[in-house]
């Protein structure tokens, strides 16, 4: 899914999710996801295993259709690079709820997933 919503988002879906309050762009709320994933990984220690598994899925994609997957998952990165906070704000009502995880450690986590699809 994550990996998925880094694809979908290098041209990013700017459409607005009404119901939400602030009014927010879906690809702030799919990346953040994938950015918040990516801090889970981290923090059971499978973030590893999550790089092999991705590299599995890229390939796999790649061989299906003609895309660019470094290209696109940085663009997504860097599309929401600016709506951190925005992102972290909703993935703390959602799949972070639970989990003891700040801003800053989120902001870590974004510059870690992209440090990491950069080195691939």
């Known amino acids: 899914m994550a990996l ?8 990013p879906d700017r459409t607005v999710i009404s119901s939400i309050d ?4 879906r690809y702030v709320k799919d990346v953040g996801r994938a950015i918040a994933l990516w801090w889970l990984a981290g923090q059971d220690g499978t973030r590893d295993d ?5 590299q599995g899925a890229i390939d796999a994609e790649t061989s299906e259709r003609k895309i660019e997957p470094l290209a696109e998952t940085r663009a997504a990165l860097d599309a929401v690079a600016p709506r951190l906070a925005d992102a972290f704000r909703l993935t703390k009502l959602s799949i972070l709820a639970a989990h003891a995880c700040e801003l800053a450690a989120f902001r870590r986590a974004h510059a870690s997933l992209l440090a990491a699809i950069l080195a691939a």
């Not at 998925?4 to 041209?11: N, Q, R, V």
């Not at 602030?22 to 762009?25: D, G, S």
């Open 4 to 11: 998925a919503h880094l694809y979908e988002h290098a041209d």
């Open 22 to 25: 602030p009014p927010t762009p």
């Open 50 to 54: 999550w790089a092999q598994r991705w």
